[in-house]
């Protein structure tokens, strides 16, 4: 069973940087992976997932410019770069991994926390 572990998580001010990092601790192979936050009070949303090939990757709308999602299979890590951070930022984010390009992620993470001050 693949196991999932985000980290890079903290505070940040508002139009600050992070760099959220997930490691699988199998094998990723032919999988998609993808980044999902939760707020408090709020659903948990889609944010980005990025392809086996990485070369095909999807975005939110509120995070589409300012965020971007990259893979590098020979770690088996997805990186979440975020770039101009705003307060509605704030969230636990997950890491998850599903089989296929498409349908319902399989895999989740335990989160990270992501807090941007003003």
């Known amino acids: 069973q693949v196991q999932l572990v985000e980290s890079g998580g903290g505070l940040v001010q508002a139009g600050g940087s992070l760099r959220l990092s997930c490691a699988a601790s199998g094998g990723t192979f032919k999988t998609t992976m993808g980044w999902f936050r939760q707020a408090p009070g709020l659903e948990r949303e889609f944010i980005a997932a990025?392809?086996?090939?990485?070369?095909?990757?999807y975005y939110a709308d509120s995070v589409k410019g300012r965020f971007t999602i990259s893979r590098d299979n020979a770690k088996n890590t997805v990186y979440l770069q975020m770039n101009g951070l705003k307060l509605e930022d704030t969230a636990v984010y997950y890491c998850a991994l599903r089989f296929g390009d498409s349908g319902n992620y399989h895999i989740w993470g335990q989160g990270t926390q992501v807090t941007v001050s003003s």
């Open positions: 990025v392809l086996w090939s990485g070369g095909t990757r």
